[in-house]
């Protein structure tokens, strides 16, 4: 079975650039989520989604991130404009439903650095 | 809002045991996870609780109790490729949010 595909891996941008991540989750999961790892530090949620409706949002900085899942499967996340405390690993993740003992599997990241 | 507190590091020795704990502070628990995240790498599910008490696997077991709002992860004969941060990660309906994470480095 495939896993959470995200792309691209490393992104290099000034700051005030936009960047966007992909993601496709795993097939068949409908919850999908977008974490932010800043280093030495636990994954912070920035959005949930359950198919194509937003679950969570709440700690998403909305005047520069957005995200969508237009059909319910992949996923963009668009930073606009990047800020040098954007600097962080962003993990997408996926479970098959919103029950609260299905495991969520990550994506292997993308890496972006603003400079 | 929730408060999910681990140690931020620990040193134990090959063979050795190690119990990393986490506490937590929540409205509305639905069950904590583990995972491990090497560096560089993305976490893996270790263990989920729901229920009070001990879940084992293998190597690893963890313990949850609910009225404390505590749990431990308990690793036996310790290996070097078990350095890694641990991560503590509590659910909120279906929502997971993760502790600090703590950075267990094991020695020769």
């Known amino acids: 079975e495939a896993g959470v595909a995200q792309s691209p891996r490393y992104k290099i941008i000034e700051k005030r650039q936009s960047v966007a991540f992909w993601c496709n989750p795993i097939?068949?999961?409908?919850?999908l989520y977008w974490y932010q790892q800043i280093l030495g530090q636990g994954p912070k949620l920035l959005i949930q989604?359950?198919?194509?409706?937003?679950?969570?949002d709440s700690q998403l900085p909305k005047d520069r991130f957005s995200a969508e899942r237009l059909k319910g499967v992949d996923s963009t996340l668009k930073i606009q404009p990047a800020k040098l405390e954007d600097s962080a690993v962003y993990l997408c993740?996926?479970?098959?439903?919103?029950?609260?003992?299905?495991?969520?599997?990550f994506g292997e990241g993308s890496w972006l650095t603003v400079v | 809002g929730q408060n999910i507190d681990q140690p931020t590091e620990m040193t134990a020795t090959e063979g050795a045991i190690v119990q990393i704990n986490c506490t937590y502070q929540?409205?509305?628990?639905?069950?904590l996870f583990w995972y491990q995240q090497h560096a560089g790498e993305a976490p893996t599910f270790l263990s989920y609780n729901v229920l009070d008490g001990l879940e084992e696997k293998g190597r690893f077991s963890s313990f949850l109790s609910r009225s404390k709002g505590y749990s431990y992860l308990l690793l036996k004969e310790l290996q070097m490729k078990d350095s890694a941060s641990y991560l503590c990660a509590v659910v909120r309906y279906s929502t997971l949010t993760f502790g600090k994470g703590t950075m267990l480095l094991v020695s020769p």
């Open positions: 993740a996926s479970r098959t439903g919103q029950s609260s003992g299905n495991t969520i599997y």
């Open positions: 097939s068949g999961h409908a919850t």
């Open positions: 929540t409205s509305g628990f639905n069950g």
């Open positions: 989604f359950q198919n194509n409706g937003v679950v969570d």
